[in-house]
């Protein structure tokens, strides 16, 4: 069965710091390129940051530029988004995608498969 697993998400306060993770189980990542995505309620799911399948080439969103990066293990088979200096507008779900398109682009359709999601909240 294939499947993307994310964990990592949480509670935090504003200018604290997450690592977000994302396995991959039943298949390997290392041909994919992965894509982070987050929905707030009542707001359409967004692009964060994507990265090639050889993890030469990444994209941010202006959003988050700057704050957070994404990397990828293919060893581990496991993609991360480091997220620091983290805004109470950045308390979404966030999701992790993997696509067979190589290069990296944050077009929801081209995706693939998908993760469940894990919830990421930033208050006081």
């Known amino acids: 069965q294939l499947q993307l697993v994310e964990s990592g998400g949480g509670l935090v306060q504003p200018g604290g710091s997450l690592r977000l993770a994302c396995a991959a189980s039943?298949?390997?990542?290392?041909?994919?390129?992965i894509g982070w995505f987050r929905q707030a309620p009542g707001k359409e799911r967004e692009g964060v940051s994507c990265?090639?399948?050889?993890?030469?080439?990444?994209y941010y969103a202006d959003s988050v530029k700057g704050r957070f990066t994404i990397s990828r293990d293919n060893a581990k088979n496991t993609v991360y988004l480091q997220m620091n200096s983290l805004k109470p507008e950045d308390t979404a779900v966030y999701y992790c995608?993997?696509?067979?398109?190589?290069?990296?682009?944050?077009?929801?359709?081209?995706?693939?498969?998908w993760g469940q999601g894990t919830q990421v909240t930033v208050s006081s």
């Open positions: 995608a993997a696509s067979r398109f190589r290069l990296c682009m944050l077009s929801i359709g081209i995706y693939d498969y």
């Open positions: 039943g298949f390997t990542l290392d041909s994919y390129s």
């Open positions: 990265i090639s399948s050889g993890g030469t080439r990444t």
